[in-house]
T-cell receptor, first 116, second 112 residues
Framework: DTAVSQTPKYLVTQMGNDKSIKCEQN?????MYWYKQDSKKFLKIMFS???????INETVPNRFSPKSPDKAHLNLHINSLELGDSAVYFC???????????????FGEGSRLTVL | GQSLEQPSEVTAVEGAIVQINCTYQ??????LSWYQQHDGGAPTFLSY????GLEETGRFSSFLSRSDSYGYLLLQELQMKDSASYFC?????????????FGKGTKLSVIP
């Protein structure tokens, strides 16, 4: 069983379209994240949710809207796609134990978005 | 905010030892993590240091010096499969319990 799964794995679309990426984790973790990895491999956090509540919203255009229907799911919806949105989007989860433990992030396999 | 510096690329020979350094500047600090990412794959956790010193896990070791804001990942007995990108990440105060900020990654190429 995949611990963190995201779909679709590949997404090719035209500028101006709206698309969604889904993420589910079966680890029972409290916290989920969306990271964007650009062509230079820079991993930048976009959003973090803890028990369905938004706790981090980095400087991300409001065309990006996360939705967490329950603590096992965190979906990412993107409106009016732009060329610069082309990247790999990673979903991740971690167990929120405060500062106890390593804070290990478990990543999904990534969703490669290409905007034409 | 947080900033991390690590070399962009390192090349090493199979069987050798390589050290990947990471220096950081943070507002508060809880610990330093390392992640490995193969091309086309997901980042995977390697190690975490909250206290000064060396942590060893098999062929990989990670070191932290909090006073120097410095850490490194040491890979011994390099294998071809170790060719990957390695990211250091700082765990620091932020929204919620903490925030994890990644460096820009070091691409390690292991050659025969």
């Amino acid at each position: 069983d995949t611990a963190v799964s995201q779909t679709p794995k590949y997404l090719v679309t035209q500028m101006g379209n709206d698309k969604s990426i889904k993420c589910e984790q079966n680890l029972g973790h409290d916290t989920m994240y969306w990271y964007k990895q650009d062509s230079k491999k820079f991993l930048k956090i976009m959003f973090s949710y803890n028990n369905k509540e938004l706790i981090i919203n980095e400087t991300v255009p409001n065309r990006f809207s996360p939705k967490s229907p329950d603590k096992a799911h965190l979906n990412l919806h993107i409106n009016s796609l732009e060329l610069g949105d082309s990247a790999v989007y990673f979903c991740a989860s971690s167990q929120d134990a405060g500062l106890v433990g390593t804070g290990e992030l478990f990543f999904g396999e990534g969703s490669r978005l290409t905007v034409l | 905010g947080q900033s991390l510096e690590q070399p962009s690329e390192v090349t090493a020979v199979e069987g050798a030892i390589v050290q990947i350094n990471c220096t950081y500047q943070t507002s508060g600090f809880y610990g330093l993590s390392w992640y490995q990412q193969h091309d086309g794959g997901a980042p995977t956790f390697l190690s975490y240091n909250a206290l000064d010193g060396l942590e060893e896990t098999g062929r990989f070791s990670s070191f932290l010096s909090r006073s120097d804001s410095y850490g490194y990942l040491l890979l011994q007995e390099l294998q071809m499969k170790d060719s990957a990108s390695y990211f250091c990440a700082v765990r620091a105060p932020g929204a919620g319990s903490y925030q994890l900020t990644f460096g820009k990654g070091t691409k390690l190429s292991v050659i025969p």
